[in-house]
């Protein structure tokens, strides 16, 4: 076994790993976002006021971090000679990142950290349906019954699925991979410029401002 080869490998297994990482965050983001009631009652236990202001801000910084990650991760996997690499479950996967960048835009940029308003309201909709696809990628999919199993318990459902919608099966899974990413990359980066050009926007309304 070359050098070559082991390097390929482990940076193989290191873009899988990651990518099954932000599945897990992007679950715990909207875990630590749609407890609020949790966070309220345990507020009871805190007596001073910089405490409870530090423990709120806690409770949306890491639901914006852990959101954070798990977008960045999905732009790292949504490009095309990774997605040939690795086992990833398209268009879900490509599709449940960019719903969590419009959740962390509305998020961080149009008060979508703020409980009862419109905008936290749509940004966890967004979220959910995020996780909702990466659950069913990932269960279905990336995860689905290996040889081993389907040797013994054939299934065209099964074997549909894992040609189809999985990226790196050739080569119906690496087309519709291509598919994903022309669809889908050009609206991730569309949800980036919003992003940004509204943190223009505030940035010259503070400035205005003083």
């Given at each position: 076994?070359?050098?070559?080869?082991?390097?390929?490998?482990?940076?193989?297994?290191?873009?899988?790993?990651?990518?099954?990482?932000?599945?897990?965050?992007?679950?715990?983001?909207?875990?630590?976002?749609?407890?609020r009631?949790?966070?309220?009652?345990?507020?009871?236990?805190?007596?001073?006021?910089v405490?409870?202001?530090?423990?709120?801000?806690?409770?949306?910084?890491?639901a914006?971090?852990?959101?954070?990650?798990?977008?960045?991760?999905?732009?790292?996997?949504?490009?095309?000679?990774?997605?040939?690499?690795?086992?990833?479950?398209?268009?879900f996967?490509?599709?449940?990142?960019?719903?969590?960048?419009?959740?962390?835009?509305?998020?961080?940029f149009?008060?979508?950290?703020k409980?009862?308003?419109?905008?936290?309201r749509?940004?966890?909709?967004?979220?959910?349906?995020?996780?909702?696809?990466?659950?069913?990628?990932?269960?279905?999919?990336?995860?689905?019954?290996?040889?081993?199993?389907?040797?013994?318990?054939?299934?065209?459902?099964?074997?549909?699925?894992k040609?189809?919608?999985?990226?790196?099966?050739?080569?119906?899974?690496?087309?519709?991979?291509?598919?994903?990413f022309?669809?889908?990359?050009?609206?991730?980066?569309?949800?980036?410029?919003?992003?940004?050009?509204?943190?223009?926007?505030?940035l010259a309304?503070?400035?205005?401002?003083?």
């Open positions: 076994m070359n050098e070559h080869i082991i390097s390929k490998g482990l940076e193989i297994w290191t873009l899988q790993t990651l990518l099954n990482i932000s599945i897990i965050f992007g679950m715990f983001s909207l875990g630590f976002i749609i407890i009631k949790y966070y309220d009652s345990l507020q009871n236990y805190l007596s001073l006021r405490s409870i202001e530090v423990w709120e801000l806690f409770t949306i910084v890491i914006d971090l852990f959101l954070t990650i798990t977008v960045i991760i999905g732009f790292l996997v949504l490009n095309p000679d990774i997605m040939a690499d690795i086992k990833v479950a398209v268009p996967v490509p599709a449940a990142t960019v719903l969590f960048a419009a959740g962390l835009v509305i998020r961080l149009y008060d979508g950290h409980p009862h308003g419109k905008s936290f749509s940004s966890t909709w967004l979220i959910f349906l995020a996780n909702l696809l990466n659950i069913i990628g990932f269960s279905f999919i990336m995860e689905a019954p290996g040889k081993e199993y389907l040797e013994y318990h054939p299934s065209p459902f099964w074997e549909f699925l040609t189809n919608f999985r990226s790196n099966s050739v080569p119906n899974g690496i087309e519709m991979a291509q598919i994903s022309y669809i889908f990359f050009p609206i991730l980066l569309i949800i980036f410029v919003i992003g940004f050009s509204r943190f223009m926007k505030n309304k503070s400035e205005s401002a003083k």
